[in-house]
Each structure stands twice: as C-alpha cells, then as structure tokens.
C-alpha cells in the first residue's frame, strides 16, 4: 500500500483528484467506482473545477458507486443517487446512463445486487475504486464480520454506522437501517484503490489498517493484499 501523506483535507483532495484526472485523460472510457459521505467532497469539487475550465470532459466516464441506502427513493434528499448528482454529476457532463448506483426501492432487493454485480462485470473492470475509511474499518458498508469473499449484497447497518451518519438525517431514528453494497469481493477486484482518510477521529482506523492483522473483524484490513492501493491522508489522520 502506498501512503501519501498531505498537509490538509484541502491537499488530499487535490491528489486524489489529479489521479483521477490522470486516468480519464489516458483512458478511453474509463471506468470510476465512487464513494458518498464527508471525505470525498473536496475531490468531488475539484473535479467539477477542472472541468468548468474545460480541462476535461466525463462523456466517455462510467461510474458505480459502493452503495445506497435501502428504502430510500432516488429523490430523496439523503439518498446516495441524490447526494451523487448534487455533489458531482449535476455538474459535469457525464452522461446520466452512465452513472449507476444500486436502487435501493427495488422490490426484490436480491435480484438487484446480482444485477449491479453484472453491470459492473459489463462494464468490463473499475479502473479506480475510490474509497472512504469507516470508523469501524467498514468500507462501502461492509461492516465488520461481513466475508472478504462478499459479492454485493444487502447489509444490516451497525448501530455505530447508523450514529455516524445520523448527522445528514433529522434524527437517528430516520437513518436506514439497511443498504446495499458492493461486496469486498467486489471492491478488490477494481484495479487500482484510492483511499482517502482525513481527520483525527480516523486516526485509529488508519492505523489498524497499517499495522494490523488482516482481519474480517476489521473489513478494510484486506487492501494490505490489494497489489495496487494509494492512500492518501491528512496530518490529522496519521
Ligand atoms: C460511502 C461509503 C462509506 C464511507 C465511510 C466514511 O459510500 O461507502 O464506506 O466511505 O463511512 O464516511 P465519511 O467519509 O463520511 O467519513
């Protein structure tokens, strides 16, 4: 695994979306595996930046983010689908059927996960994973405990998780209590991973994922076997 370290939460941003910039200006039709929640927000930013001054276009760019919570529409203003156009694709010119997210109101939730795992099998491999370090080692929403051999699938959030994000909904009580989620079998299979890690209260996690045993207790301990991950952190978070 290798770690960059960077000043701020502003620097982390700016690398990880250099790398991400890198690939969609060498690649044909690359193809993106996206995050939601507070860390991604500046890379989303920059990247928004770099294309209003016409430095790069998304036309030919996939995507599939990690997860979205079940029960919630897409219009909902805390659904991922919502938070992704908001953040990013409302902004961008990426083309709206190339951007795919697992539905969280389908009717059968089961078959759902086997066809996003297909679509993503469609789209051939994610060039660029990136994603966001849970407190509790959780990546997408694979809670500790869930296989390193999971494909997507659907999760029981842990209460912590739920705390956690609480902070996007009116109270904890309005949080899902599900989701769906790229499986980690899925996730290691993206060839390159882009971690982002910033802030203090990150800094026991990222220090596990370091020095700590692989373990399934601890989902995010199984990039130390991924042969190409990136890591880019904030002074806080080390
Ligand atoms: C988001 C996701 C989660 C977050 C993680 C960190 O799509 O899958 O694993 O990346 O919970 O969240 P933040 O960035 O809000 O600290």
């Given at each position: 695994m290798n770690l960059i370290k960077v000043e701020n939460y502003q620097e982390m941003s700016q690398r990880a979306s250099s790398i991400?910039?890198?690939?969609?200006s060498k690649k044909s039709n690359p193809v993106l595996g996206l995050a939601t929640g507070s860390t991604p927000e500046g890379m989303y930013q920059c990247l928004?930046?770099?294309?209003?001054?016409?430095?790069?276009?998304?036309?030919?760019?996939?995507?599939?983010?990690?997860?979205?919570y079940v029960g919630l529409t897409k219009e909902d203003a805390n659904s991922y689908h919502s938070y992704m156009k908001e953040k990013l694709f409302n902004?961008?010119?990426?083309?709206?059927?190339?951007?795919?997210?697992?539905?969280?109101?389908?009717?059968?939730?089961?078959?759902?996960?086997?066809?996003?795992?297909?679509?993503?099998?469609?789209a051939g491999q994610v060039?660029?994973?990136?994603?966001?370090?849970?407190?509790?080692?959780?990546i997408g929403f694979n809670e500790p405990g869930t296989p390193f051999s999971s494909r997507t699938h659907v999760v029981e959030l842990m209460a912590s998780t739920r705390q956690a994000n609480a902070r996007f909904f009116n109270g904890l009580n309005e949080v899902p209590t599900q989701a769906i989620t790229m499986g980690i079998e899925t996730i290691m299979e993206s060839e390159r991973i882009l971690l982002l890690?910033?802030?203090?209260?990150?800094?026991?996690?990222?220090?596990?994922?370091?020095?700590?045993?692989?373990?399934?207790?601890?989902?995010?301990?199984i990039l130390q076997r991924h042969p190409n991950v990136v890591i880019i952190t904030d002074q806080h978070a080390c």
């Open positions: 991400i910039l890198g690939l969609i928004i930046k770099a294309y209003e001054q016409g430095d790069i276009s998304f036309k030919n760019v996939t995507t599939f983010n990690l997860d979205e902004h961008i010119d990426i083309l709206p059927d190339q951007t795919h997210l697992p539905d969280g109101t389908a009717r059968d939730l089961q078959l759902e996960c086997v066809k996003y795992e297909q679509l993503i099998r469609d060039d660029i994973q990136v994603l966001g370090l849970g407190l509790n080692g959780h890690v910033s802030g203090e209260k990150k800094a026991p996690a990222l220090a596990r994922l370091m020095k700590g045993d692989l373990s399934e207790d601890f989902p995010a301990s």
